[in-house]
């Protein structure tokens, strides 16, 4: 089991007035080669969540297991475990420092102490890989444009060769095409053999993408299972702020006004499918 | 780790202290610290000691956040106390060994100078821990206005200060996001030599400087959006005005300077 999260509860400053409970008995189970969604309003706690997958945060022995390591361990060697899970900030973009993309890019490898070959190879592929033009190797980060800075960004993580991947809001604040292609480049990752864990709070997005979907609420788990699974709770995603994809709204609309609409379809494919089966009556 | 930090951050409350204008406590500090300076024996530390813990106690503030807030100067406390110990001469010798000598003298000297450091930094803390920075800065501007006859720039000062006070929390918070984002990527920032730490503050810095170089420009936009053209004639919401509870605090001060000027005559130690 590539992570694992027993009952992880996580406070700020306790203590203090400023106490805060982010995360509440949270638990959960990712598998090899899944492609896992994490949904939840501002503040719910997912980002406290995913800096717990490689040990940012650090919580009681126990609590979080990557790939069979416990991460609460005192001893527990986190360079190591930063070579397995790579993690990509929300507006990674921020996080760029060095004078070329190449050199950038080439942080992560470095850190993990490879050669110098090896680390060239590795930026040249996380470049190919993250779709930029093999030119912009030598530019300074701080000349592109924002939709490219944060593909840098990623390539500075995919270069470390991660087998788990996670993405907080790989999509925020880019424009339509931006936000199509960035989620292209998320799934073109995830073909390559790659686990990935994407956080979002677009259940288009996450609903077309993903295997199975984990809903946080105010800290605690408030869902997880299949997106159909998820999405039948509409009525409950809509009190904690969130949302069901507008195909399954049709979807539902149609079921109330009396079609035959399947429970639980909320891709756009097999809403079309439903409406034109009801439109030819059945056949 | 930089969630530790605690010199200057507001507690909020609703006691006594909190309610007081930031003027008085503003003047109150500085009292303080004189009075700090006037006392010349640990009688006098003693009272004044008392007055700040009672003053403490009665904010509902816990005493561990005062006691962190020490924890910078530290170094400084144990700095000044050692140097003090070695190389204060006079008096009575209690150790020699070799070419160390400790007297009586200089270990007087000594905790006398540490625990003057002590009261001052506790007591300046005080008002920081009790006013938020937006009251701090209001109360300076007012205090700092008569000054302006001079071409004093009390407002800009005032605004400069608040700016950089708003904007602690928010490059606090981008550094320990950046940090963790670089940790992710293998960075080390805990481990090393001295060398290889500061060289790995690199990756930190850069992103922290050019995120703070954009808020500026983005602020210095919106306060043009605003109209804003400096502190000539400009209103304010909140009104500065002294109160009963202002007055009783002025009378402490005095009270307690007058106590310590008697114990420096009278005291027994």
Not at chain 1, 10 to 17: A, D, E
Not at chain 1, 103 to 119: Q, S
């Amino acid at each position: 089991m590539p992570v694992e999260i027993k009952k992880l509860t996580h406070v700020y400053m306790p203590g203090t007035p400023f106490e805060a409970r982010a995360l509440n008995e949270v638990s959960l189970n990712i598998r090899d080669g899944e492609f896992i969604g994490i949904i939840g309003h501002t503040g719910s706690g997912k980002s406290t969540l995913i800096s717990h997958f490689n040990g940012l945060e650090r919580s009681q022995p126990g609590v979080v297991f990557v790939n069979g390591v416990d991460l609460g361990e005192k001893d527990t060697d986190m360079i190591a475990v930063r070579r397995v899970v790579g993690l990509v900030f929300q507006y990674p973009e921020y996080q760029l420092f060095e004078e070329t993309v190449a050199k950038d890019i080439a942080f992560g490898p470095r850190n993990l102490g490879l050669d110098e070959a090896e680390i060239e190879r590795r930026v040249a592929r996380a470049i190919e890989l993250v779709g930029l033009d093999a030119s912009a190797a030598e530019k300074s980060p701080f000349e592109l444009s924002g939709g490219q800075k944060r593909r840098v960004a990623i390539a500075g993580v995919l270069a470390m060769q991660p087998s788990i991947l996670v993405l907080d809001e790989p999509a925020a604040g880019l424009d339509p095409a931006g936000r199509r292609d960035m989620l292209e480049l998320v799934k073109s990752i995830h073909a390559s053999g790659v686990t990935v864990v994407m956080v979002s709070h677009s259940m288009d997005d996450v609903g077309r993408l993903c295997d199975r979907l984990y809903v946080l609420n105010k800290g605690e788990i408030a869902f997880s299972g299949t997106p159909a699974e998820v999405f039948v709770h509409d009525q409950r995603l809509h009190e904690i702020g969130l949302d069901v994809p507008e195909c399954a709204k049709l979807a539902r609309k149609l079921r109330e006004a009396g079609y035959d609409m399947p429970e639980g379809i909320y891709r756009m494919e097999d809403v079309r499918d439903a409406i034109l089966r009801n439109l030819n009556g059945g056949k | 780790m930089l969630k530790n930090i605690t010199l200057g951050q507001y507690f909020p409350g609703d006691s006594l202290i909190h309610r007081l204008d930031p003027r008085t406590k503003l003047l109150a500090t500085i009292a303080l610290i004189a009075i700090v300076f006037v006392s010349k024996g640990f009688c006098g530390f003693l009272l004044i000691a008392a007055f700040i813990l009672a003053c403490a106690a009665s904010t509902g503030i816990h005493l561990k956040f005062l006691i962190k807030g020490l924890k910078p100067i530290f170094f400084i406390i144990v700095f000044t106390f050692v140097l003090n110990l070695f190389f204060q001469t006079g008096g009575e010798e209690l150790v020699h060994i070799w070419i160390i000598r400790i007297t009586d003298e200089g270990l007087r000297m000594a905790s006398f100078m540490a625990v003057r450091l002590i009261l001052l930094v506790v007591s300046s803390q005080l008002l920081t821990l009790t006013t938020s920075p937006i009251s701090l800065t209001d109360g300076l501007e007012t205090l700092f206005r008569p000054l302006q006859v001079i071409h004093f720039p009390a407002h800009e000062i005032a605004m400069m200060m608040s700016i950089a006070l708003r904007f602690i929390p928010t490059l606090m918070d981008e550094a320990d996001k950046i940090m963790k984002a670089q940790k992710a990527r293998g960075a080390n920032f805990e481990t090393g030599s001295v060398v290889a730490r500061a060289k790995a503050m690199v990756p930190l810095l850069v992103p922290l400087f050019v995120g703070a170089f954009r808020r500026a420009e983005e602020l210095a936009l919106a306060m043009d959006a605003r109209c804003y053209r400096g502190g000539a004639g400009r209103t304010r919401m909140k009104q500065l005005k002294y109160q009963t509870i202002d007055l009783l605090a002025a009378l402490a001060i005095a009270a307690l300077l007058a106590a310590v000027i008697l114990l420096n005559r009278f005291g027994p130690f």
